[in-house]
Every structure is written in C-alpha cells, then in structure tokens.
C-alpha cells in the first residue's frame, strides 16, 4: 500500500481508501452486505481478478473488511465490512451528494447494476408523507427486479413486490430522473418509460434536500 508519508488524518486515511476501486468495493459491501469475491466482480464491471484481489489484501490488512468461509450451499470465502469499515458509510453518503449533480454528464455506455439504485433511494430521497400507509414500487431495470419500500423511510432491495402499488419500467437514467422529481413522468412516458399504478403513489417521494424539517 502506498503512502503520502504525511502526518495528516486525511493523508492517513486516504492511505487506506484513496487507491482506485477501494470506495467502490465498499460500496458494494455498504449496499448489499456480506459478498462473495464473483458478487463483487460482478458489481464492479471493469476491475482486472488480479487488481481486486490486490484490493482486498490491502482492505483486509488495514482492519476495513474481514472474510469468513462460509458453510454449505455458499461454500466459499464471504467478505464482510468490520465496524471500522462501516464507519465509512457517512463519507460515502457525501461522496455521493457531492457527485449526483455529475450525473447529468454521464455517458450513455456507462455500466449500471440495479442495486446501486440502493444509493440514491436510501441516502437522497425521504417518504413525503410518512403519516400515510406504507406503499411499495416495483422497479424493472438493469439487471434484476427491485423494490422500493416506502414507510417513514425510503428503502431499496433487490425482489419483487407481491402487490405493488406503483411498477416503474424502462431506462435507469429515467427511472431515477423520475423518482428524485428531476424528470416529470409524462416527459419520461415520452421518451420510453413505463408506469403501471396511480401516479400519485410517486409524490410520496421527496428529495432529502426539499424534505421539511
């Protein structure tokens, strides 16, 4: 592991967490737990076996993530985040406000896994009448089903509803357009997406920034 030779916290800190892909497997441990090494590969198109296997040593060495064999069916190596890597979920939290504005300068050949939708839905977005009954929005888009949990809290998890009260289909770049109310639904319903349910159902979501307080 490199080092700035700095006697400074953040030169420290970003000793550990500052190399390339590092934040982003936390990110995949942050959103969707305890991983197996071809989960990450997975969540991390474009990062070289051998590369994240370097990662992990390193994330492993400095106490971030620790890995447990794991019994019968899985059967192999799961790695998991230790208390001092969670610790990390509020620098992710910023890191990711800071960036949702450069999203509007993403390419259409950017890759993109439905479970990243976790990030926006559980750090940006509130549930503007959290007095109501819990709702639930089926997503398709990406590479599996997800569903947002809304009761107070805004929640995203990989499966599909049994009865949900809103089904968004089509583009993720729409999708999420829609939900953070940066993209009216008639505009996306022009350009491709999908709804199934009553419109209203989507005004139960807020952005964290417009949430009264």
């Not at 809290?153 to 770049?173: I, S, Y």
Request: charged share 25%.
């Amino acid at each position: 592991m490199r080092s700035y030779g700095e006697y400074c916290a953040l030169a420290k800190g970003l000793d550990v967490i500052g190399e390339r892909w590092t934040l982003l497997i936390v990110r995949e441990l942050l959103v969707r737990g305890p991983c197996r090494y071809t989960d990450l590969r997975f969540g991390l198109p474009g990062i070289a076996t051998n590369l994240l296997a370097e990662r992990l040593r390193e994330l492993e060495l400095a106490g971030v993530i620790r890995r447990e064999a794991a019994p019968p069916p899985v059967a192999t190596a799961l790695f998991h985040l230790t208390k001092r890597g969670e610790e990390l979920e509020p620098v992710m939290r910023a890191i990711g406000s800071w960036g949702a504005p450069l999203l509007a300068e993403a390419r259409d050949e950017d890759e993109f896994r439905s479970h990243w939708l976790a990030l926006p839905a559980n750090y940006s977005l509130v549930d503007g009448r959290p007095d109501l009954a819990p709702i639930t929005i089926q997503v398709h888009t990406g590479d599996q089903p997800m569903v947002l949990e809304v009761g107070g809290t805004v929640r995203a998890r990989p499966g599909v509803a049994e009865h949900a009260d809103g089904v968004l289909t089509g583009q993720h770049k729409l999708i999420l357009g829609v939900l953070q109310g940066r993209l009216d639904l008639r505009q996306a319903q022009a350009e491709g997406l999908q709804f199934e349910g009553d419109p209203e159902v989507l005004s139960r979501l807020r952005p964290l920034s417009a949430a009264v307080v």
